[in-house]
Nanobody, 116 residues
Framework: VQLVESGGGLVQAGGSLRLSCEVS????????MGWYRRAPGKQRELVAA???????NYADSAKGRFTISRDNFKNTVYLQMNSLKPEDTAVYYC???????????WGQGTQVTVSS
């Protein structure tokens, strides 16, 4: 199983980025997917999640600015990030979870840096 994130980079405050996570996994559409981030000196935290059925939830810090979506035909989950702030600077990780088997798979992370 491989999860490959892309789309990170350096952006000015107020800008936008779109992260992608392509998943090499069988029956992608049964997995719940999430985006997490780890800022320097902080613990990893959930940013946004989307269930196999398409239900979403967001951290308070992401509500109104970030949108998670998935394309089951492309085995890909996205995180559209708008109105970025310096405090969004972190390494962003993608996770695939199969609740029935308690399986978690993680990507290698992609760096997002927001300059003020």
């Amino acid at each position: 199983v491989q999860l490959v994130e892309s789309g990170g980079g350096l952006v000015q405050a107020g800008g936008s980025l779109r992260l992608s996570c392509e998943v090499s996994i069988r029956i992608f559409n049964i997995y719940n997917m999430g985006w997490y981030r780890r800022a320097p000196g902080k613990q990893r935290e959930l940013v946004a999640a989307i269930t196999s059925g398409g239900n979403t939830n967001y951290a308070d810090s992401a509500k109104g600015r970030f949108t998670i979506s998935r394309d089951n035909f492309k085995n890909t989950v996205y995180l559209q990030m708008n109105s970025l702030k310096p405090e969004d600077t972190a390494v962003y990780y993608c996770k695939a979870r199969l609740d029935a088997a308690n399986w978690d798979y993680w990507g290698q992370g992609t760096q997002v840096t927001v300059s003020s």
